[in-house]
C-alpha cells in the first residue's frame, strides 16, 4: 500500500548527482529548475504517503517498509527500512513542502554572491547539490525506522549545514561560524551515539535483545511497555544522552551558541535548515522516543522536567537577546531558538502535539521571515543593520506584506496560524500544572511579540535612515516573491490543521502514543482554556503595541530605556557570556592537544631518538671501560647481576 | 616425538608459489633490465590475486603442519586479505618505483616475501614459528621503508625502525623464554594446558612474560606507548611503503595476536585483559588528539592509524568469538578504507611532489574522481555512516560493550568524533581551497583510477551489505574458540 515510499529519495538524489557530474555544462537555469523540481516531487509522494496513511484504519498507521536488512550479528540486527507513521510523514511534508518552496526562491537569490557580483557557475551547482543532499539526509533522520537510521540522519544533516554555513568560504568568519557548529554538534553526536551503544547493550544484557535487537523504535517501545523493568537501568542515563544530542542539534541550552553564527550561510540556508528544519530535529528525536524519556521519568528522575526547563529558560534567553540585537539575521537566529524553546517545553510536559503543532506553524512563519530578510538584503547590497534601513514597505510591497503577516503569526496575533499553536503551548503548561513555565512561556510571548514588530517598524516604517540604501532598494523578481505568498498564506491558515474544539492534528498524531504518566495530565476545562486562549491574544496585542510606542510613536524612548536597564542589556546583547566561557574552555583543550603533540610527538620521538643515539654512545664508552680484560671485573658484573635477580624474587616471595 | 605429526607440505602450496614469484620477479629484473618496469608491479599483483585465487581451495578444510601451523578458515581468510592488500600496493607502486626508486625487481619481491610472513603469522600455533615470521615480516619492512637509497629521510627512517624494532624484538623474545620457562612448551595449546594447572608462584613470572609479548606486539601494531617510531617511519619511508605499513604490518599484527592470545593466554584473560585496556584508551586518545596538528599528510596517516589501531585493541581486551569477528570485521573495514585513502594519497603526492596537506588544494578541479574517493575513504575512516567504518566500528565497540567495556566505548566514541575533525581539514583542503596558479587538470593513470574506484566499490559494500563478509569472518574466527 505505501511501498512506495522509498520514492521519496529518489528524485533529490537523482537532482544531485545529476548537477554534481553535469551541473556545469547544464548551465545555471537547469541546475536550479532540477534542484527545485526535485524536491516538489518528494513532495508530491509525501503527499501520497499521507493520502495512503490517511485511508488506513486509526490502528493501522503504523508501516515499516522493509527495503534491505543491513547485517544480521547475533541478535545485533538493524535494517534499512522507513517507518511511515502520522509523526514522520508530518516531518517528511514540512521537510519537502518548506524545502520546494525555499528551493525556487534560492533559484532567483543564489544567482548573486555575498558581496552581490554574479556567482560563480560552479558554486551555484554546489549549492543545490548541497541543499538536495540535505533534504535527502533530513528525509532519512524523519524516516527511518531505527535508531541506526536516525542517527545517519543526523549526520547526514550536520554535515549539510557545515557545508553550507561555511559556503562563502572566503570570508574568515563563515569559516570560524562553520567549524563551531560543527564542534559543537559533534559534541551532541557524542551523546547519540552512546546513547545507542547503551541502550543495545542494555537490551543484550537483559535479554530482550531478541526482541528488540533491529533497534527499530516500535521494537524498543515493545520492549518497554512489556518490560519496563529491562529498560529502567539506562533509561535515565540513556535519554540525558539524547536530550544532549538533542540541544546540539536544536540549539537549546547549553549548547545553542552555534546557530547565531550559523547565519553566516546564504540566507536560504538560513531558512531552511537552521529555521525550519533540522534544528528541529532535536524536538522530533525526542517526540520520538518519548517512551524512553518517559520511562525515564517514571524511573524517579524527572528527565522530562528536566527538557521542559531547558526549553523554558531557553526561550526566554532567546527572545531577550533578541531584543537587543540589531542584526536582521541575528534577531531571527536567536528567535528561533527562543521557539525552538517552546517546543522543548511542550515536549517537557507532555504535550507532543503541541510541540508538533509549532514545529510545522514555526517551519512556516519563520521560512518567511528569513526570505524576506534576503528578499531585504538583496535590495539594500547585503545590509543587515535595521538601524540603516527605513521606510521600505513602499519599495518593496510583497517582501513588506508578507513579512508583515509573518511576524504576526511570530508574535501570536489572534487567530494567525502561531496564535494557536503557542497558545496550546501555553495551555500545555497550564494543564500539566507547571504554572511558573506558564507564566515563563506567557513572559516570552510578549518579548516575541515586541522584537517581531520591532522588526517590522524599524525595517519597514519611518523615514528611510540611509538615504543611500534606500535609493538602491527594489523589489524582488516573482521567482522570490511567490514562495514569499504562499508561506505568508499558510502562515494565516497554517492554524486550521489543529483548531482547539476540532483538533484534527490532534486525532492524526496522538493515537501512535498511549499518552503516558508525563502527558495524561491532560487539558484545563474549556472555560479555562477560553480564558488562557484570551490572555494568549492580549498578551500578543500588548506587545505589538508596546512595539509601535517605542518604534514609532516616541523612538527616542528606547534608549532612555536601555540605559536604566544597561546591566542587564549588556548581559544578554553578549548572549549571556555562554561564547565566552566556551572559547575559553576551547582555548584550554587546544593548548592541551598542542603540548601533547610538542612534548610527545616531536620532542618524544627526537628525544628518544637522540637519547637512544647518546645513549649508545655512553654504552659504548662504558663497555669499552668495562672490557678491560680483568676478570675480577666481569666477575663483579655477573654477581651484581645475580644479586639483582636474586632480590627480585627474594622480594616477590615476600609479597606473595 | 616426530610421530603422529602430520609433514604434508602441500599445505603451503600458496607460500611456495609466493615465494617462486618473488624469484621469478627478482630475476626477470635481473635478466632483462630493459624491460619496462612497470610490467614488474603488473606482474607481482597478477600473481598476488592469483595465488589467493589458488588459497580458496582450503575452504573448510581443516589440516596442519607438524603442529607448528593450523590451516582452517582462519588462515584461509587473511591468506586472501593480505595478498590482495599486496596486489593493491604493488599495483598502486607501478609508476611511482618506475620513477623513483631504484632496484623495482627486489621491491616487489621484498612485498611479496614479507606477505609470507605475515600469513605465517595468521597460521602459527607455536611461538618460534610465529616469532619467524614476524621477523620475515619485519626485515622485509626494513630494507623497504629505507628503499629511497639517496634520501636522507628515508634512511634516518629505516634506521630508527630497525633500532627499535630490533629492541622490541628483544622484549619480545624474552618474554617468549619466560612463557617457555613457565609452561615448558612453545605450542599454544600446550601453553593453555599448562596455564590451566599452573601453580601460583608462577604468577609473576607470566605477568612478567605476558608484559613483554605485549610490549614487542605494542611495537608492531604502533599501540602508545610503544607507537614512537610510527610517524617518522611513516614520514620517512617511500609513499607506497607507508601505505604497505599502514596496511599490511598493522593487520599481521592483530591476524597474529588473535589466535595468540585465544589460544594460549584465554585461561588467563584477567592478567592481561586490562593491559590491553589500557593500552587502547591511551593509543585512541594520544593518536586522535594528536593528529590535530599534523601538517604532513604522511604524519596524519600514522596518527590517524595509532587511533585505528586503539579501536581494534578493545577487540583484544575483550576477547571472545563476538568481539574477535567484530575485530577483524573492522580490520577489514579499515584495511579498504585505508587503501583507497592510500592510492588517491600516492597518486596525488607522485603527480604533485609534496607530502603536505596543504598541497592537497584543488583536488576537487584537477582529479575530481581522486578527490571523490578521498572524501568516500576519509569519510569511512571518521566512521561516518553508509561508509565501511561506521558498521564495523559500531559492531566492534557494541561487541566490546557486551563484554563489560563500556568506558572503553565511550572513549572510542568520543575519539571518532574528534577523528572527523581533522579527516575534515584535509577533505577542505581538497575540495574548498582554489589550485594554485596555474594548475591544470591532473593525467591521472587509468590503472591509479580503476584501483580507487575498486577500492571505494569495496568500502561501499562493506558498508550497505556486511552481511556476506560477516558470516566469512565468524567462520573464520570460529576456529579460534573451539
Known amino acids: 500500500m505505501l511501498n512506495f515510499a522509498w520514492l521519496i529519495f529518489v528524485p533529490p538524489l537523482a537532482a544531485l548527482l545529476v548537477n554534481l557530474f553535469f551541473g556545469r555544462r547544464l548551465g545555471r537555469a537547469a541546475v536550479g529548475f532540477l534542484g527545485a523540481a526535485a524536491v516538489g516531487l518528494s513532495f508530491l509522494v509525501a503527499v501520497a504517503m499521507l493520502i495512503g496513511l490517511w485511508r488506513l484504519p486509526v490502528e493501522q498507521r503504523t508501516v515499516t517498509i522493509l527495503l534491505w536488512s543491513w547485517i544480521e550479528i547475533g541478535q545485533f540486527r538493524p535494517e534499512i527500512a522507513l517507518l511511515i507513521d502520522p509523526l514522520s510523514t508530518l516531518m517528511a511534508l514540512v521537510v519537502t513542502g518548506v524545502g520546494f518552496l525555499i528551493h525556487v526562491y534560492s533559484i532567483g537569490y543564489m544567482k548573486l554572491d555575498d558581496e552581490h557580483h554574479e556567482l560563480d557557475v560552479r558554486r551555484y551547482v554546489r549549492y543545490f547539490v548541497f541543499v538536495n543532499f540535505f533534504i535527502v539526509a533530513m528525509l532519512a533522520l524523519v524516516l527511518g525506522n531505527n535508531l541506526l537510521l536516525l542517527y545517519l540522519g543526523w549526520e547526514g544533516v550536520g554535515l549539510a549545514s557545515y557545508l553550507l554555513i561555511g559556503f562563502w568560504f572566503h570570508k574568515p568568519s563563515a569559516r570560524d561560524a562553520g567549524k563551531k557548529a560543527f564542534i559543537v554538534n559533534r559534541i551532541g553526536d557524542f551523546g547519540m551515539a552512546l546513547a545507542i551503544l547503551l541502550i543495545f547493550r542494555q537490551l543484550a544484557i537483559t535479554g530482550e535483545a531478541a526482541q528488540a535487537g533491529s533497534l527499530a523504535f516500535y521494537d524498543i517501545f515493545a520492549v518497554i511497555e512489556a518490560n519496563p523493568a529491562a529498560l529502567l537501568g539506562i533509561a535515565v542515563a540513556a535519554s540525558l544522552l539524547m536530550l544532549l544530542a538533542a540541544t546540539g542539534k536544536s540549539a537549546q541550552i547549553p549548547l545553542w551558541v552555534w546557530l547565531p553564527d550559523a547565519m553566516e550561510g546564504p540566507t536560504p540556508v538560513s531558512a531552511l535548515i537552521h529555521a525550519a528544519t533540522m534544528v528541529t530535529a532535536g524536538v522530533y528525536m525526542i517526540v520520538r522516543m518519548s517512551p524512553l524519556f518517559e520511562l525515564a521519568t517514571v524511573a524517579g528522575s524527572n528527565v522530562m522536567l528536566v527538557v521542559a526547563w531547558i526549553g523554558g529558560l531557553t526561550a526566554l534567553m532567546g527572545a531577550t537577546i533578541a531584543l537587543t540585537k540589531t542584526d536582521l539575521k541575528r534577531i531571527l537566529a536567536y528567535s528561533t531558538v527562543s521557539q525552538l524553546g517552546f517546543m522543548f517545553m511542550a515536549v517537557g510536559v507532555g504535550s507532543y502535539v503541541a510541540a508538533m503543532f509549532h514545529l510545522t506553524t514555526h517551519a512556516v512563519f519563520k521560512a518567511c521571515l528569513f526570505l524576506g530578510a534576503g528578499a531585504v538584503m538583496h535590495a539594500t547590497h547585503g545590509e543587515l543593520n535595521i538601524n540603516k534601513m527605513g521606510g521600505l514597505k513602499d519599495k518593496m510591497r510583497s517582501t513588506y506584506l508578507t513579512f508583515t503577516i509573518a511576524a504576526a503569526a511570530l508574535a501570536g496575533f489572534p487567530l494567525m496560524s502561531g496564535y494557536f499553536s503557542k497558545d496550546a503551548i501555553l495551555v500545555a503548561e497550564f494543564g500539566a500544572h507547571q504554572y511558573l513555565l506558564y507564566v515563563l512561556g506567557l513572559g516570552t510571548a510578549l518579548l516575541t511579540a515586541i522584537y517581531a514588530f520591532k522588526m517590522v517598524f524599524v525595517v519597514f516604517w519611518g523615514q528611510p535612515r540611509d538615504k543611500k540604501l534606500y535609493d538602491h532598494a527594489h523589489e524582488q523578481p516573482r521567482l522570490m516573491t511567490w514562495p514569499l505568498w504562499i508561506l505568508a498564506f499558510l502562515a494565516i491558515f497554517g492554524g486550521l490543521i489543529n483548531l482547539p474544539f476540532v483538533a484534527s492534528l490532534e486525532h492524526w498524531i496522538e493515537p501512535i502514543y498511549e499518552l503516558g504518566p508525563v502527558g495524561a495530565a491532560g487539558h484545563p476545562d474549556v472555560a479555562m482554556e477560553i480564558v488562557l486562549l484570551v490572555l494568549s491574544a492580549l498578551t500578543a496585542l500588548v506587545g505589538i503595541y508596546l512595539a509601535y510606542f517605542f518604534y514609532v510613536k516616541q523612538p527616542g524612548r528606547t534608549d532612555a530605556i536601555r540605559e536604566r536597564l544597561s546591566a542587564l542589556h549588556q548581559v544578554a546583547s553578549a548572549g549571556y557570556y555562554f561564547d565566552r566561557v566556551y572559547d575559553s574552555i576551547r582555548q584550554g583543550l587546544w593548548s592541551t592537544a598542542h603540548f601533547l603533540a610538542d612534548t610527545i610527538d616531536r620532542g618524544g620521538i627526537d628525544g628518544a631518538v637522540n637519547g637512544v643515539a647518546r645513549g649508545v654512545g655512553w654504552l659504548g664508552e662504558r663497555t669499552r671501560r668495562l672490557q678491560t680484560g680483568l676478570v675480577g671485573v666481569y666477575a663483579l658484573t655477573m654477581f651484581v647481576g645475580l644479586v639483582i635477580v636474586l632480590g627480585y624474587f627474594l622480594i616477590t616471595s615476600l609479597v606473595n | ?482
Open chain 2, 1 to 482: 616425538m616426530t610421530e603422529g605429526l602430520n609433514f604434508d607440505y602441500t599445505v603451503f602450496i600458496p607460500e611456495f608459489l609466493l615465494l617462486g614469484l618473488a624469484a621469478a620477479i627478482v630475476a626477470l629484473d635481473l635478466a632483462y633490465p630493459a624491460i619496462r618496469k612497470q610490467w614488474l608491479a603488473y606482474i607481482a599483483g597478477c600473481g598476488l590475486l592469483a595465488t589467493a585465487g589458488v588459497s580458496l581451495a582450503w575452504i573448510d578444510v581443516e589440516t596442519n603442519f607438524a603442529d607448528l601451523v593450523v590451516v582452517d578458515n582462519y588462515l584461509t581468510y587473511f591468506r586472501v586479505f593480505f595478498m590482495v592488500i599486496a596486489a593493491v600496493v604493488a599495483f598502486a607502486s607501478a609508476d611511482l618505483v618506475a620513477q623513483r626508486l631504484k632496484h623495482p625487481g627486489e621491491y616487489y619481491g621484498l612485498i611479496i616475501v614479507s606477505t609470507v610472513g605475515a600469513i605465517g603469522m595468521a597460521g602459527a600455533r607455536e611461538l618460534m614459528t610465529a616469532y619467524l615470521s614476524l621477523e620475515l615480516l619485519s626485515f622485509s619492512l626494513y630494507i623497504l621503508v629505507s628503499y629511497a637509497k639517496f634520501d636522507r629521510r628515508s634512511n634516518e627512517a629505516g634506521m630508527k625502525y630497525i633500532l627499535l624494532g630490533a629492541f622490541s624484538s628483544a622484549m619480545f623474545l624474552y618474554g617468549m623464554s619466560l612463557i617457555y620457562g613457565i609452561t615448558g612448551t612453545t605450542y599454544y595449546s600446550g601453553i593453555a594446558a599448562a596455564l590451566g594447572e599452573r601453580a601460583t608462584d608462577f604468577e609473576w613470572a607470566l605477568l612478567m612474560g605476558l608484559v613483554l609479548m605485549i610490549a614487542g606486539i605494542g611495537f608492531k601494531i604502533a599501540a602508545v606507548p610503544f607507537h614512537m617510531w610510527t610517524p617518522d617511519a611513516y614520514e620517512g619511508a617511500p609513499v607506497a611503503v607507508t601505505a604497505y605499513l599502514a596496511t599490511t604490518s598493522k593487520a599481521a599484527g592483530f591476524a597474529f595476536v588473535l589466535p595468540l592470545f585465544s589460544n594460549a593466554f584465554q585461561v588467563v584473560h584477567d592478567d592481561w585483559s586490562w593491559m590491553l585496556a589500557g593500552m587502547a584508551a591511551a593509543t585512541m586518545i594520544l593518536g586522535n588528539v594528536v593528529a590535530l596538528q599534523q601538517r604532513n599528510i604522511k604524519r596524519l596517516m600514522a596518527y590517524s592509524s595509532i587511533g585505528q589501531v586503539g579501536y581494534l585493541l578493545m577487540g583484544v581486551a575483550a576477547l571472545s568469538h563476538a568481539s574477535a569477528s567484530a575485530l577483524v570485521l573492522h580490520l577489514t573495514g579499515y584495511m579498504v578504507s585505508n587503501l583507497a585513502l592510500f592510492v588517491v594519497i600516492i597518486a596525488w603526492v607522485h603527480m604533485n611532489d609534496s607530502e603536505e596537506i596543504a598541497d592537497f588544494r584543488g583536488m576537487r578541479e584537477r582529479a575530481p574522481l581522486l578527490a571523490g574517493v578521498l572524501a568516500g575513504a576519509l569519510f569511512s575512516l571518521a566512521g561516518l555512516p553508509l561508509f565501511a567504518g561506521f558498521v564495523t566500528k559500531f559492531i566492534l565497540f557494541q561487541a566490546a560493550t557486551d563484554d563489560g567495556y563500556l568506558w572503553l566505548a565511550a572513549i572510542g566514541v568520543t575519539t571518532s568524533v574528534i577523528s572527523l575533525y581533522y579527516y575534515l581539514q584535509v577533505m577542505r583542503e581538497a575540495f574548498v581551497s582554489a589550485p594554485a596558479e596555474g594548475a591544470g587538470p591532473l593525467p591521472v593513470p587509468l590503472l591509479m583510477r580503476g584501483l580507487a574506484v575498486a577500492m571505494m566499490l569495496g568500502v561501499f559494500y562493506v558498508g550497505l551489505y556486511p552481511q556476506q563478509l560477516f558470516d566469512a569472518i565468524d567462520n573464520a574466527t570460529r576456529f579460534l574458540f573451539v
